[in-house]
């Protein structure tokens, strides 16, 4: 299933990737550190890593350990206090706001743990939302999502709400609504923390589907070690620094 990705209408402009391995994600010394009242509090130091294009990524470690800090960092959602970002062959560390987020919107797809689907819109206007600052008409929007609804076998629940389908069909609609884009990057934080062990299985091999069919780099934040594919990449934060996994 191809879907609308043959689509030239709905292609992104390639931005040219640096010389060498191809690289979704490059973080050069990022450091992240919070004000809580007087106290500094450090979520990163100087962490280095590459993530590959077209691969999985696991990124692991105890609570509190960094983990989400550094997933809001790829996402461009935080930005780091001190080191260099770079995304899709861009080096993104000085984006302005504006740029940021138009960058984020045309090439990020992020889904939260806790889904963050609006509840009084319809499962297909949940999956339209990040089409809205894009240039298409109301018809190319529907039918964009009930292209990506069809892909994660949701379909037939597009005229539903939030409220009216299970945890584990509310995030496949995240994912979805991430897709819908058509991103060159997935992050996912903690998708499966609300789901049960077998929901969240299914949960992780249709990332891993939808990686395959779209070409798309995921990256996946867990502390569910038994959910990590064979194949996959990861990298393991503790007090705020790579422990293991990371190619740098």
Do not use: W
């Not at 999985?56 to 983990?67: A, L």
């Not at 809001?72 to 995304?87: E, F, K, S, V, W």
């Not at 806790?114 to 949940?126: A, D, Q, T, W």
């Not at 299985?201 to 249709?206: C, N, S, T």
């Amino acid at each position: 299933m191809n879907l609308v990705m043959q689509n030239a209408e709905f292609r992104h402009r390639e931005v040219p990737l640096a010389p060498g391995r191809p690289m979704a994600a490059r973080f050069q010394g990022i450091s992240k550190e919070y004000r809580l009242d007087s106290v500094a509090v450090k979520a990163l130091s100087g962490v280095s890593c590459t993530i590959e294009r077209g691969t999985t990524t696991f990124v692991t470690g105890p609570s509190g350990s960094g983990k989400s800090t550094f997933l809001n960092i790829l996402g461009l959602i935080d930005r780091p206090t001190a080191g260099q970002l770079y995304l899709l062959g861009q080096n993104v560390t000085d984006l302005s706001d504006a740029e940021a987020a138009d960058f984020r919107s045309r090439r990020i797809g992020f889904i939260f743990q806790s889904f963050n689907l609006i509840p009084v819109l319809s499962v297909r206007e949940n999956v339209e939302l990040p089409l809205l600052r894009q240039r298409l008409s109301a018809a190319a929007r529907r039918d964009k999502a009930d292209a990506y609804l069809r892909a994660v076998g949701l379909a037939s629940f597009a005229d539903r709400r939030p409220g009216e389908i299970s945890g584990g069909q509310r995030q496949r609609v995240a994912i979805a609504r991430a897709l819908v884009t058509e991103p060159d990057l997935i992050v996912a934080d903690e998708p499966t923390a609300n789901l049960d062990s077998k929901t969240s299985r299914e949960i992780i091999a249709l990332l891993d589907r939808m990686k395959a069919e779209f070409k798309t780099t995921v990256v996946i934040c867990t502390h569910e070690t038994n959910l990590i594919t064979p194949d996959s990449a990861v990298i393991e934060i503790v007090d705020g620094e790579i422990t293991a996994g990371a190619q740098k």
